[in-house]
């Protein structure tokens, strides 16, 4: 989510982070801002990895055609060698992001669980035209990867709660009660619902452990959130720590705490001392 930002400078990344120990790789969506494409990135990221899982976090789903994603969901797990287990999908919040692509904001409740079932019917390998034949590729698994949810409030959970396999639970700050709050509604939402398999717990947070680190996340954060208005910008900015060892160190143990079984660490820069100081942490812990 910053400007400027090459070539060179992903594929380091893309390399660091495949040698080191970590589990996945991630990438967000956003249309307005610096930001690169998050479907174009993570094809980069597949061609350029070989053990990460590849996952998007998140499809704002009801910008997009279902079936383009599905296709493009399936493409990618194939191009990464079976290394698109999970997809986190969501609503989003940004009016702008989807007047700027010709999407309707109102209605994407109901369309995105209209979507999901589409998606799902094409990696099933239905006909979505009747006559037409199946949309390809295949994906590696049957009936394609497992759907988080990146809901927040409890009403969108518990829409998510019909068809979802997990929740993708953000606290900026890695702070244990917010996940926890995440989870308890998460809960209470698949009981609700019937369902009678576990759903993936899966959380994110903010950090940097770059030389001025307190600087930079705050900036980070700030320009972020700018299209949200200055007031809670300031706010979000303010709110966030976690820019030494002992701060990260201990936002993972608030996320181990809270129940996430994997956890993504979003960095306020692209230095890649950001990598080699996190795996030096990782292997301390």
């Not at 930002?5 to 956003?30: M, N, Q």
């Not at 997009?64 to 969501?90: F, M």
């Not at 992001?97 to 369309?111: K, M, P, Q, S």
Request: charged share 25%; with cysteine.
């Amino acid at each position: 989510m910053k400007a400027g930002l090459t070539r060179g400078d992903y594929l380091a990344w893309f390399k660091r982070v495949d040698e080191g120990p970590f589990h996945a790789i991630s990438c967000g969506e956003r249309i307005h801002g610096p930001t690169y494409d998050m479907r174009v990135v993570l094809s980069a990221a597949a061609m350029a990895t070989t053990t990460l899982e590849i996952t998007p976090t998140l499809y704002v789903l009801p910008m997009h055609s279902a079936t383009r994603v599905a296709k493009e969901v399936a493409t990618l797990d194939v191009l990464s060698g079976g290394r698109v287990n999970q997809i986190v999908v969501g609503y989003g919040g940004r009016e702008k992001d989807y007047e700027a692509v010709g999407a309707a904001f109102t209605g994407r409740y109901g369309r995105m669980d209209r979507q999901v079932a589409q998606m799902k019917a094409i990696w099933r390998g239905e006909e979505v035209i009747e006559g037409a034949g199946e949309i390809g590729p295949v994906p590696t698994r049957a009936g394609g990867p497992k759907l988080l949810s990146g809901a927040m409030g409890p009403k969108s959970i518990a829409r998510c709660a019909q068809w979802a396999d997990g929740l993708y639970a953000w606290s900026g700050n890695g702070e244990q009660h917010e996940l926890e709050n995440t989870f308890a509604m998460m809960d209470k939402s698949w009981a609700e619902a019937g369902r009678d398999i576990a759903p993936y717990r899966m959380g994110g947070f903010w950090y940097t452990l770059a030389d001025e680190g307190q600087r930079k996340l705050y900036d980070y954060v700030y320009e972020y959130l700018a299209i949200a208005g200055p007031e809670i910008a300031t706010m979000m900015a303010e709110s966030v720590h976690r820019s030494t060892p002992d701060a990260v160190a201990r936002a993972l143990d608030n996320a181990e705490a809270a129940g996430c079984e994997e956890i993504f660490m979003v960095p306020a820069t692209a230095e890649l001392s950001e990598l080699d100081r996190l795996i030096t942490l990782l292997e301390s812990r």
